[in-house]
Nanobody
Framework: QVQLVESGGGLVQAGGSLRLSCAAS????????MAWYRQAPGKQRELVAR???????NHADSVKGRFTISRDSDKNTVYLQMNSLKPEDTAVYYC?????????????WGQGTQVTVSS
């Protein structure tokens, strides 16, 4: 199994920056990709950015050019650098890992970290 622990959320003014971290432990060699999702009050959880085991990334249109997902494989940690933050980025951000065990896919989620952007 894979366990995830997020950190780095907080309160920031519009235009500011934050970096979220997600440390993975357990069967990290079985991870196919990791991602950041977010869920604002009253809204569905949405994909923000994803990074595959080969390093390929993709970002939601709403954050392209402002957010960057990256990883440190040695530390089994994924980051989300968030720049030029907007009030509409306010949400709980969740780290996600998709991994396979004997061809069966599983998903793990972190506990979530609050990001609040004030105008």
């Amino acid at each position: 199994q894979v366990q995830l622990v997020e950190s780095g959320g907080g309160l920031v003014q519009a235009g500011g920056s934050l970096r979220l971290s997600c440390a993975a432990s357990g069967s990290t060699s079985s991870i196919n990709f990791m991602a950041w999702y977010r869920q604002a009050p009253g809204k569905q959880r949405e994909l923000v950015a994803r990074i595959a085991s080969n390093g390929d990334t993709n970002h939601a249109d709403s954050v392209k050019g402002r957010f960057t997902i990256s990883r440190d494989s040695d530390k089994n940690t994924v980051y989300l650098q968030m720049n030029s933050l907007k009030p509409e980025d306010t949400a709980v951000y969740y780290c996600n890992a998709y991994f396979t065990v004997r061809t069966v896919g599983f998903a793990s989620w972190g506990q979530g970290t609050q990001v609040t952007v004030s105008s």
